[in-house]
């Protein structure tokens, strides 16, 4: 796409970007915060953990599936308030050595979840 951004309070909000200039964009983050009720699987924390960006999520869809709470990431229960929000965000903000943690785990977790495993999974299931 042809990605544009535009400045809102502060925020820039990226709007159609490609899948370069997407991740590109996600690994340029100190912290990727996602925040849901619902999902079906939740992809961008992933994304982000496979950019070696610490993540704060909600623990829905199958991001409890992919992420360790506490070793390569954050996760909130789906009843977090506005302020425990906040607190994980300002905790994880201030703490250099968890984010890194968070950081280089991330990575290596997210390296077991690419197309190449998920379909030997599939395969495997197929044939059993």
């Known amino acids: 796409g042809n990605g544009f951004k535009r400045k809102n309070n502060q925020i820039i909000i990226h ?3 490609s899948e370069e200039m ?3 964009e996600l690994s340029q983050l100190d ?3 996602y925040i849901s009720k ?3 699987f939740g992809l961008p924390p992933l994304e982000a953990m496979a950019s070696g960006v610490p993540v704060i999520s ?8 992919y992420m360790v709470k506490g070793e390569d990431g954050l996760l909130m229960g789906v009843d977090s308030d506005t302020n425990e929000w ?3 965000i300002e905790n994880l903000i ?4 968890l984010r890194s943690k968070f950081s280089i785990n991330g990575v290596e977790r997210a390296k077991d979840w690419n197309w190449v495993n998920t379909s030997q999974v599939y395969i495997d299931l197929i044939r059993n």
């Open 22 to 24: 997407y991740a590109n």
């Open 31 to 33: 912290l990727f915060v």
């Open 15 to 17: 709007e159609d970007l």
């Open 58 to 65: 909600s623990d829905v869809g199958a991001v409890s599936e």
């Open 94 to 97: 201030s703490n250099q050595k």
């Open 38 to 40: 619902l999902e079906g």
């Open 86 to 88: 906040i607190s994980a």
